[in-house]
């Protein structure tokens, strides 16, 4: 967030500098614009590389090692894989979205195109974000009839309370992503209402 504030006062000072020549300060905010950039990128191909990862090994295991027989395993097979396939889709056509936001637009422009990725993504963080975790726990929880003919009911207990453990964590560390964008989007926000008065 440093980062972000250093932006956000320089593209203030550049503002007040309009009609001046471009100064090193110009050249630190457009420095420091394509560092942020590049760091989102990267944690956005993170994001990407650890979902098609986990949904490989679903797939693997799902395919090779313990193919699932009954129709409500295979729902559940598919609500899990499917889920990711979507929110990866959804990452890169994030990545393509944010590779579109050039480091050369006039400051006004870029922050006008900043918030509204900014809001693409809030929206990716609601209710759309909800509803695949959801749809995994559920599929998840669809396994466990047939989990329950091959293996003790210690290991399904085990397993089902551990996937709550689990789910809980995944929870907090998709709302503290979601918490930090949409502050993004607020001081992004008030960024291009400083620019436009």
């Given at each position: 967030?440093?980062?972000?504030?250093?932006?956000?006062?320089?593209?203030?000072?550049?503002?007040?500098?309009?009609?001046?020549?471009?100064t090193a300060d110009s050249e630190k905010?457009?420095?420091?614009?394509?560092?942020?950039?590049?760091?989102?990128?990267?944690?956005?191909l993170s994001t990407i590389a650890i979902l098609s990862i986990t949904l490989m090994v679903l797939v693997y295991f799902f395919t090779e090692v313990a193919p699932?027989?009954?129709?409500?395993?295979?729902?559940?097979?598919?609500?899990?894989?499917?889920g990711l396939l979507i929110r990866i889709i959804i990452e890169i056509v994030s990545l393509v979205k944010a590779s579109q936001l050039s480091i050369n637009l006039k400051t006004d422009e870029l922050s006008k195109r900043m918030v509204a990725y900014y809001h693409y993504r809030s929206k990716i963080h609601g209710a759309f974000t909800i509803t695949i975790v959801a749809l995994y726990i559920i599929g998840f929880y669809m396994l466990t009839p047939e989990?329950?003919?091959?293996l003790d009911m210690k290991?399904?207990?085990?397993?089902?309370?551990?996937?709550?453990?689990i789910a809980l964590t995944v929870f907090y560390v998709i709302r503290?992503?979601?918490?930090?964008?949409?502050?993004?989007?607020?001081?992004f926000s008030a960024v291009q209402n400083d620019l436009n008065n």
């Open positions: 967030m440093n980062d972000f504030d250093e932006l956000k006062n320089k593209w203030k000072n550049d503002k007040a500098d309009l009609g001046q020549t471009k905010l457009v420095a420091q614009a394509r560092a942020t950039k590049n760091k989102s990128r990267n944690a956005q699932f027989k009954e129709v409500l395993s295979r729902v559940g097979v598919l609500l899990m894989c499917g989990f329950m003919k091959y290991w399904i207990w085990l397993m089902d309370i551990g996937f709550v453990f503290k992503g979601v918490l930090k964008e949409l502050a993004i989007l607020r001081e």
